[in-house]
């Protein structure tokens, strides 16, 4: 019996099977993804006693669509993969609709690449992994089977086309996955993936020329380095079917890369990018590039301009089979920063944006925090000014955005995995929302976060839980927020796990994340007078960026130092703002674990079990927050609460 849960997907199969007939596919090919849709649609689909349904091969319709007909109960495809993500759309509107599904489409992807980046170790530990151990890996071995195969199948249903396996930080027995010893296991693995059209990607180390190839450099302009890493993809693509290429974490907290070399990003990247280029490979080369060993004295020095800084002056140098992959904020999956300034200031260059799923500094599916309200605030950022047309992050990474110049079909959205072993494959069954949300929004950028929870909640828990659920999904980011870092400060988190509050924690480190509070004032001067980062976004951002009556109040103090007794435009002091806002954000969080309390005997009781032990964890994580912060600043402020509300 397996040992995990179908989430989303219909669990119930038909007594009688359904016929599916297929129409204008080559007779001649294997089929092994079309064969995949007509098993979902046979094995779970609802439809009248004794129906047919026709999926239609339409080559005028763009890669990955599908259209449907509910009334002729006809599937028009573009492809294969379109057969399984039109399956997957009726089988959701049939379980969401009670057994009937109406007609749709034609459904478009809006982003090319749909990715999920897995941090999974070959030991079986997951970096920044909250939901159990890897299901790919244990022990140095390569995992396969049922398990793997039901997450292809979960996954796919929400439109994800590309999933790299293993950890960017490429250390130990992961750098060998492109050699002999793994090609047999890959090849089984990818194998699995690819019956729902899933293409599968590795992380890979820069420097495994000399890790196992022996070398004594990694010099990309280096005759003998070159040479390793074309016989080494030559050989890698013979014997792993259906990879899609590499993803690569250079130069960044230790890595290894190009800068070593005195050579660039675009030297780096294009090197492998030549390498795989006649096997149809991809580098995904990532953005994420600051210096992780700063002096906390050095007051000009700001790893928020790092990416921007890195990577602009090499925009157009890149091979056309290359990808950027930038992080939604210039820092680090912040609950709160600006969007990062590269989707702006690239206009020759293959992008993807990266966001992450996993909760690392947003509650690490421990505390509730919907994360797709955020990114449809990144997704619908204006890069140029806020009333431009045509420069959206979203048409930016669908490749469609004005000025920009980019080769189609390289371009997309990543998210770092939040699944793992666990039953529920979240840890936090309402941390699947997140999973969920972000394949749906993937696909279709125009979708709401609302839209999207009421999905999801339709599908596990219709009715009075939907109901109580929907508004505490909604509502969780701002509360999360509340209850920990003010008006875009970040961090404050307990350093190594991320967990809880340490409002010094990374002030006097290394890695360059400051908030620089004193008994006057609070936050980092980013203007022209400061660490000049609000310029690298564009005359317009930059104007509203500096200006402190202009600039986004929940941003406030990422791009400015505010004293205390500053007035904001509530009325309030910034003291007082801090305060309530944490005094509010317990309160939340208690008022939802109430809501919740009415669902007992509603929800099935292991998922009513599991959901409440970790409300109660979060209720005493944001009691942490409020007490530790509040504390923390009166201290500093000496200026008294207002209410007169106990602060230690």
């Known amino acids: 019996m ?149 997450y292809a199948r979960l996954v796919a249903s929400v439109g994800i086309n590309a999933v790299v396996i293993n950890n960017v930080n490429v250390k130990g027995d992961a750098t060998w996955l492109i050699s002999d010893r793994y090609y047999r296991d890959l090849s089984e693995l990818s194998n699995t993936l690819s019956l729902y059209g899933i293409r599968l990607f590795l992380s890979l180390n820069y420097a495994a020329c000399m890790d196992i190839g022996g070398l004594d450099n990694a010099d990309p302009l280096d005759p003998g380095v070159i040479s390793w890493w074309k016989e080494r993809m030559k050989e890698v693509f013979e014997n792993i079917p259906n990879l899609g290429g590499f993803l690569v974490k250079a130069d960044s907290e230790g890595r290894p890369g190009p800068f070593t070399y005195q050579r660039t990003q675009a030297d780096g990247a294009n090197m492998l990018a030549e390498a795989v280029r006649e096997y149809g490979g991809t580098i995904i080369w990532r953005c994420f590039v600051y210096n992780c060993m700063q002096d906390w004295r050095d007051r000009k020095t700001d790893r928020a301009r790092a990416g921007y800084d890195n990577f602009i002056g090499t925009d157009g140098d890149y091979a056309d089979n290359v990808i950027l992959q930038i992080k939604n904020g210039p820092m680090d999956f912040q609950i709160r920063e600006p969007v990062s300034p590269l989707f702006g200031g690239l206009k020759k260059t293959n992008m993807m944006l990266e966001v992450q799923i996993a909760q690392e500094y947003t509650g690490q599916q421990i505390d509730v925090c919907y994360l797709i309200p955020l990114f449809k605030e990144v997704l619908g950022y204006h890069t140029e000014a806020p009333d431009a047309e045509g420069d959206t992050v979203a048409e930016i990474i669908a490749a469609k955005a004005k000025g920009h110049r980019v080769t189609p079909g390289m371009s997309g959205i990543a998210a770092v995995s939040n699944m793992g072993d666990d039953p529920n494959w979240t840890g936090s069954d309402l941390a699947q929302a997140n999973l969920y949300g972000f394949g749906r929004l993937a696909f279709d950028t125009s979708l709401s976060a609302e839209q999207i929870a009421r999905e999801f909640l339709a599908q596990i828990w219709p009715g009075k839980a939907e109901e ?29 796990t991320h967990y809880g509050p340490s409002v010094d924690g990374y002030e006097y480190d290394r890695w360059g994340t400051y908030h620089r509070a004193d008994h006057l004032g609070v936050g980092v001067d980013r203007t022209d007078a400061g660490t000049g980062y609000a310029a690298q976004h564009g005359p317009a951002w930059k104007k509203i960026y500096e200006d402190t009556d202009a600039c986004p109040e929940e941003l406030l103090l990422f791009f400015h130092r505010v004293l205390y007794t500053d007035r904001l435009r509530s009325g309030k002091t910034l003291i007082q703002h801090i305060y309530d806002t944490h005094f509010e954000g317990v309160s939340e969080v208690e008022a939802n674990m109430e809501s919740i309390r009415s669902l007992e005997g509603i929800l099935p009781e292991k998922i009513y079990g599991r959901i409440m032990e970790r409300m109660e964890r979060q209720l005493y994580n944001a009691k942490e927050w409020r007490d530790q912060v509040n504390s923390y600043f009166f201290r500093k402020s000496g200026i008294p609460d207002e209410q007169g509300r106990m602060i230690y």
């Open 468 to 496: 109580v659920l929907l508004p505490i999904l909604l509502t969780s980011r701002a509360t999360y927020e509340k209850y920990t870092v003010p008006l875009g400060i970040g961090w404050m988190v307990r350093p190594a």
């Open 2 to 150: 397996k040992n995990w849960e179908q989430c989303w997907l219909p669990d119930e199969e038909n007594r009688e099977e359904c016929a599916v007939r297929c129409e204008g596919f080559d007779p001649s090919g294997s089929h092994r993804v079309l064969s995949t849709a007509t098993e979902e649609l046979k094995r779970y689909g609802r439809f009248p006693k004794d129906a047919e349904v026709l999926i239609v091969l339409d080559d005028k319709l763009p890669p990955e669509s599908y259209a449907y007909d509910s009334g002729t109960l006809k599937l028009t495809v573009a492809d294969e993969r379109g057969a399984v993500y039109g399956a997957f759309h009726i089988l959701r509107e049939q379980k969401i609709h009670g057994g009937t599904s109406p007609s749709f489409g034609p459904c478009i992807p809006d982003n090319p690449f749909r990715m999920l980046n897995h941090w999974d170790n070959m030991d079986g530990s997951i970096e920044r992994g909250y939901a159990g151990l890897s299901f790919f890996f244990k022990d140095g071995r390569i995992l396969n089977g049922d398990r793997i195969r039901d």
